[in-house]
């Protein structure tokens, strides 16, 4: 392998991050190149041209590690490797050079909160016994109770349940999410170790940058007794608020912060340094605290993904977001549908309030989703997005415009939140539908066999071949609005208009360009300037509802 630690395979602006678009490609629901209905490595190379066309700068890959799927890839049995369905190492090499000759980054997946139950040093600790060397990377301790049969704490699992699983010999191990994934032991030194040895190999391989998964919940308060929380049903949320900052016993605990203060000297020491982003579960203050330019450098902007379809509410998450990111010395960051997510194309259009669980239970027909009308939402919501300061987030299949797959049959669904939580949650699966490419074939085109999850019939709509070079199409409008967007952005500032119609986002942005986003339910005054992009026609020269215009002055 050639030895890319000093090569300089892409930008050298150290800061190409600050105003990127990102584009999260989940693996296993891209493209599938060798026919056994998973998505792959070789796949996605193939499709990297894609990418370039479109005009994002970079592409996230969420984890291709190997894994027995328990959470969809995040359960890693070696987070220096490529999972054997999915390619080898060889193939990543292959894949990075290609989007570097393209001209896109390349970011990848670091999952140091827990490792897969498969991972060699799980099941050393499982051979070693209790007070073993081998147990002390993960959080292993005795149970409550005349026996030990209870749980030591009352932690609850992000997926249902006790945080807590007992193994043969009494002993119990920590599993924050699900309980194939045991948390790792981050006061273990070899812990900490092998997680700087893992950004080496990466950054090794010509990797770009990092996307930290879970990144609040890597130190606990592990002295003893271990406290409960009291509250065991508050979500995260509501336990994080419910204490002093920083105190919670295993999330954003004050000293997480130690660790991304180490990675960066890593990270910096490359030419380009690398670039990271926190995926923190945390209010904003807090948030800004993962972004801080001696840590990870920037963090995910999850109060906007959050937001509902409402002008003040956006308009003030946006002003939050932006001073909470410009006193971190980062870039603000946005996005609107992920792999853990209801796509946004069907969830803004659901009235507020809606219980997205028990749509997703009712196959989403309870209540049932105008998709044009969703559509049209989408898309405004994603020219109002890239008008934005700082870094866009795009998760793959927005740019077809493809809305939630909420009436998976149950028999077909992964995601092991159904399972875990004795089939109450419905899970993941929905957004994870493998992408359409052609409006015929198997699979749409994701491969010539197919696919792991099953595709809708409607999908043939939305397909990429369907939507190339359509003018008025979602796809051609993400390329121009890109295409646009490299042109127009100058700094990272935006002013808000004082005289918005009620239900108007209006603000300017540096080098005279501006933005209106109407959500009311009225046509509203277009100001003046030469239209530059609309997200749907004009009414009689006025901005109708659901439409983001970009107006050049």
Known sequence: MTDRSTLDLSSRDPDWWRQAVVYQIYPRSFADADGDGLGDLRGITRRLTHLAGLGVDALWLSPFYPSELADGGYDVADPRGVDPRLGTLDDFDDLVAEAHRLGLKVIVDIVP???????????????????????????????????????????QSVFGGSAWKRVPDGQWYLHLFAPEQPDLNWENQEVRADYRTT?????????????????????????????????????????????????????????????????????????????????????????????????????????????????????????????????????????????????????????????LNAWLLSGGHAPAVDEAAGLRRARAATLLMLALPGSAYVYQGEELGLPEVADLPTEVLQDPIWEQTGHVRKGRDGCRVPLPWTTSGPSYGFGPGGAWLPQPPGFAAYAVEAQDGVEGSTLELYRTALRLRRKLLDGEELTWAADAPDGVLRFDRGGGWRCVANLSGAAVELPAGEVLLSSAPLEDGRVGPDTTVWLGR
Request: proline share 7%; aromatic share 10%; net charge negative.
């Open 113 to 155: 909160n827990h490792s897969s139950h498969r991972h060699a040093w799980f099941q050393e600790a499982l051979y070693a016994g209790p007070g073993s060397a081998a147990r002390d990377r993960y959080v292993f301790r005795d149970g409550r109770g005349e026996h030990g049969e209870l749980p030591p704490t009352d932690w």
């Open 199 to 355: 950004l080496r190999f990466w950054s090794d391989r010509g990797v770009d940058g990092f996307r930290i998964d879970v990144a609040h919940a890597l130190v606990k308060d592990l002295s003893e007794p271990l406290r409960d929380l009291g509250r065991p049903e508050l979500s995260r949320e509501e336990a994080l608020t419910a204490l002093p900052p920083g105190t919670h016993p295993f999330y954003d605990r004050d000293d997480v912060h130690e660790i991304y203060r180490d990675w960066r000297k890593i990270l910096d020491a490359y030419r380009p340094p690398r670039m990271a982003v926190a995926e923190a579960w945390v209010p904003g203050a807090r948030r800004a605290l993962y972004a801080r330019p001696d840590e990870l450098g920037q963090a995910f902007n999850f109060e906007y993904l959050q937001a509902g379809w409402d002008a003040e509410e956006l308009r003030q998450v946006i002003t939050d977001s932006l001073a909470t990111a410009r006193a971190a010395g980062a870039s603000a960051t946005w996005v609107l549908s992920n792999h853990d997510v209801v796509r946004h194309a069907s969830r803004l259009t659901l009235p507020p309030g809606t219980d």
